[in-house]
């Protein structure tokens, strides 16, 4: 480092490089010694005004020429891609050559320092410290699942002889080195993510240096590591091992004993990726249209619409007060039909990752996958039951369920049949969601949890590990609806959140941190229960007593 930018060392004389500096020269933006004072003033080829450096006003500290030892560098070129100063200028290398002022060269820098800071503080950094948390959780668990096992087999150890404690004592061995392997790999994984949340912290520590020093040379030197950071490291995949008991048979006492599967510890990468602050996973930006247009409308034959859910950018799947669910193309051709397994209403659709159909069946408490017209129960729950259904970006599922007799309410997130997460209650105990009633819900693209809170009058917002972030109850103006009663939640590829007013017969349209847009409030909707998205972001609305689908176009293509 350059000894007059050190803390720990005296400043120097810019001319001689040896005595401590006391006076500054402001116009020329140098820094001198005592001796140096009068070597300086010598040059009378221009104006100085040499004041106690504690006395200099604050200026600019412009760059050395490193051709011009005397001169500072007030000037960027452009083409070359270096700070130039007058001398260099009058020398015609530069000629030609688009030139700008090197404080707005700063200032440009500057802004791009302050976004780097930005996403580092309000992105990069909480990521890592969410998967960090998520990885401490896992520790605190990993002893009841695996004292889970133990007990498994000491209880069918009991019920053998002493002939087969050989056999139950190599087992607790086996899953006493799983264990082992497990933590420690664990271990690993915090231990990686710590130093990189290390690194990012330094980067936000270095950035926040950077930016008071207004320093150009330090400043433009700068090169940013966000890039680096925004590539998570690969998720830890465990295969947790279990313990599967058989019957006792003495004549085949160690096959008949159990076993347990293997211990697989792979990684891969996470379910989510980490966003650039101008576009969420790159997508293009686009902007709302000034007037919302309706594209199509097509008749469908329910008496009561409920749900509706994008196949493709052609195709609908939708449900009503109708066994049968209905898949459309945008000329309102009835392309296929499903009767529920049950011969019961289902009450929500949605398509999952790999294209199937899922719907849940309250009244069976189940809930559906459909494939090549076979349906397969999925999800069966004991006095809960499941309403509403959205498939995540990972393939996940999220249910929201009430409680048989109404009193509570839950959003759960499955992996195939298990049960992976459950939000009901705040940091405070309190319970997040209004006890039974209506609640839609959907993943946004930043990976948020989004409910649309009937029973509350709210859309309640949850980051992906069940953390609330906010809640909005309608728009806080003099312009807003008197009432606000969100039914359904549907958001699109720039995150924001679409949710249907049913009884004020508008959609509002949110941004991901809740702030409000703007209304769709022309298209003459009647009604709107249900709304889905494409993947051009065109939105579909269900109006549920005119059986009627509107495909609406509300956002332009690109900015």
Same mark, same amino acid.
């Given at each position: 480092?350059?000894?007059?930018?050190?803390?720990?060392?005296?400043?120097?004389?810019?001319?001689?490089?040896?005595?401590?500096?006391? #006076?500054?020269?402001?116009?020329?933006?140098?820094? /001198?010694?005592?001796? !140096?004072?009068?070597?300086?003033?010598?040059?009378?080829?221009?104006?100085?005004?040499?004041?106690?450096?504690?006395?200099?006003?604050?200026?600019?500290?412009?760059?050395?020429?490193?051709?011009?030892?005397?001169?500072?560098?007030?000037?960027?070129?452009?083409?070359?891609?270096?700070?130039?100063?007058?001398?260099?200028?009058?020398?015609?290398?530069?000629?030609?050559?688009?030139?700008?002022?090197?404080?707005?060269?700063?200032?440009?820098?500057?802004?791009?320092?302050?976004?780097?800071?930005?996403?580092?503080?309000?992105?990069?950094?909480?990521?890592?410290?969410?998967?960090?948390?998520?990885?401490?959780?896992?520790?605190?668990?990993?002893?009841?699942?695996?004292?889970?096992?133990?007990?498994?087999?000491?209880?069918?150890?009991?019920?053998?002889?002493?002939?087969?404690?050989?056999?139950?004592?190599?087992?607790?061995?086996?899953?006493?080195?799983?264990?082992?392997?497990?933590?420690?790999?664990?271990?690993?994984?915090?231990?990686?993510?710590?130093?990189?949340? #290390?690194?990012?912290?330094?980067?936000?520590?270095?950035?926040?240096?950077?930016?008071?020093?207004?320093?150009?040379?330090?400043?433009?030197?700068?090169?940013?590591?966000?890039?680096?950071?925004?590539?998570?490291?690969?998720?830890?995949?465990?295969?947790?091992? #279990?313990?599967?008991?058989?019957?006792?048979?003495? @004549?085949?006492?160690?096959?008949?004993?159990?076993?347990?599967?293997?211990?697989?510890?792979?990684?891969?990468?996470?379910?989510?990726?980490?966003?650039?602050?101008?576009?969420?996973?790159?997508?293009?930006?686009?902007?709302? /249209?000034?007037?919302?247009?309706?594209?199509?409308?097509?008749?469908?034959?329910?008496?009561?619409?409920?749900?509706?859910?994008?196949?493709?950018?052609? @195709?609908?799947?939708?449900?009503?007060?109708?066994?049968?669910?209905?898949?459309?193309?945008?000329? &309102?051709?009835?392309?296929?039909?499903?009767?529920?397994?049950?011969?019961?209403?289902?009450?929500?659709?949605?398509?999952?990752?790999? &294209?199937?159909?899922?719907?849940?069946?309250?009244?069976?408490?189940?809930?559906?996958?459909?494939?090549?017209?076979?349906?397969?129960?999925?999800? *069966?729950?004991?006095?809960?039951?499941?309403?509403?259904?959205?498939?995540?970006?990972?393939?996940?599922?999220?249910?929201?369920?009430? #409680?048989?007799?109404?009193?509570?309410?839950?959003?759960? *997130?499955?992996?195939?049949?298990? @049960?992976?997460?459950?939000?009901?209650?705040?940091?405070?105990?309190?319970?997040?969601?209004?006890?039974?009633?209506?609640?839609?819900?959907?993943?946004?693209?930043?990976?948020?949890?989004?409910?649309?809170?009937?029973?509350?009058?709210?859309?309640?917002?949850?980051?992906?590990?069940?953390?609330?972030?906010?809640?909005?109850?309608?728009?806080?103006?003099?312009?807003?609806?008197?009432?606000?009663?969100?039914?359904?939640?549907?958001?699109?590829?720039?995150?924001?959140?679409?949710?249907?007013?049913?009884?004020?017969?508008?959609?509002?349209?949110?941004?991901?941190?809740?702030?409000?847009?703007?209304?769709?409030?022309? !298209?003459?909707?009647?009604?709107?229960?249900?709304? !889905?998205?494409?993947?051009?972001?065109? /939105?579909?609305?269900?109006?549920?007593?005119?059986?009627? /689908?509107?495909?609406?176009?509300?956002?332009?293509?690109?900015?």
């Amino acid at each position: 480092m350059d000894p007059k930018y050190s803390a720990q060392d005296i400043l120097i004389c810019d001319l001689c490089q040896r005595a401590a500096l006391q #006076s500054h020269c402001e116009l020329c933006h140098v820094n /001198l010694c005592i001796n !140096c004072v009068g070597k300086h003033l010598s040059d009378s080829s221009k104006r100085h005004n040499v004041v106690p450096y504690k006395q200099r006003t604050s200026v600019p500290n412009y760059p050395k020429c490193p051709n011009h030892t005397q001169k500072h560098c007030e000037l960027y070129c452009e083409k070359c891609d270096l700070h130039v100063c007058s001398t260099c200028l009058s020398s015609g290398n530069h000629k030609g050559h688009d030139l700008s002022d090197a404080l707005q060269r700063l200032r440009i820098k500057l802004k791009d320092l302050q976004k780097d800071l930005k996403e580092l503080e309000k992105k990069i950094y909480p990521t890592y410290e969410e998967i960090a948390s998520g990885l401490n959780y896992e520790k605190e668990n990993i002893d009841k699942h695996y004292e889970k096992l133990t007990t498994a087999v000491t209880k069918q150890g009991e019920e053998l002889h002493r002939e087969i404690n050989i056999i139950e004592n190599n087992l607790k061995s086996e899953i006493e080195e799983m264990k082992t392997k497990h933590l420690a790999a664990l271990h690993e994984q915090e231990k990686q993510m710590n130093m990189i949340t #290390s690194d990012v912290k330094q980067s936000i520590l270095d950035l926040k240096k950077i930016l008071d020093s207004n320093d150009i040379s330090i400043t433009s030197e700068y090169t940013s590591r966000n890039a680096e950071f925004r590539c998570l490291p690969p998720k830890m995949k465990v295969s947790i091992s #279990s313990f599967s008991p058989h019957q006792i048979n003495t @004549e085949q006492l160690h096959q008949m004993f159990g076993s347990l599967s293997a211990l697989s510890i792979t990684t891969e990468k996470h379910g989510y990726t980490m966003e650039t602050p101008e576009a969420v996973s790159c997508s293009p930006v686009k902007l709302l /249209l000034d007037e919302p247009e309706i594209i199509t409308t097509i008749d469908i034959e329910y008496d009561y619409l409920y749900s509706v859910t994008c196949l493709s950018e052609e @195709e609908m799947w939708t449900c009503g007060k109708d066994r049968i669910m209905k898949l459309y193309n945008l000329q &309102g051709k009835l392309l296929k039909s499903i009767q529920t397994k049950s011969g019961n209403l289902p009450r929500d659709i949605a398509v999952s990752k790999n &294209g199937d159909l899922v719907y849940t069946d309250p009244d069976a408490k189940t809930v559906n996958k459909v494939k090549n017209k076979k349906i397969k129960e999925v999800i *069966r729950v004991q006095g809960w039951i499941p309403y509403y259904v959205c498939s995540t970006s990972s393939g996940d599922l999220l249910v929201t369920m009430n #409680s048989d007799d109404g009193e509570q309410s839950k959003v759960v *997130r499955y992996t195939g049949s298990t @049960e992976k997460q459950t939000i009901q209650f705040d940091n405070k105990g309190e319970p997040m969601y209004a006890s039974g009633y209506y609640k839609y819900v959907c993943e946004n693209r930043n990976l948020d949890i989004c409910v649309a809170d009937w029973g509350a009058y709210a859309v309640v917002v949850v980051n992906r590990s069940g953390k609330f972030r906010f809640k909005y109850t309608g728009r806080p103006s003099s312009t807003a609806k008197e009432s606000f009663y969100p039914y359904s939640i549907t958001t699109d590829s720039q995150s924001q959140i679409l949710t249907a007013d049913c009884a004020d017969h508008c959609v509002h349209i949110l941004d991901q941190d809740g702030e409000f847009l703007r209304y769709i409030d022309n !298209c003459y909707l009647q009604y709107p229960w249900d709304l !889905c998205v494409d993947t051009r972001d065109n /939105l579909f609305v269900a109006e549920c007593y005119r059986h009627k /689908l509107k495909k609406i176009k509300y956002m332009k293509d690109t900015q």
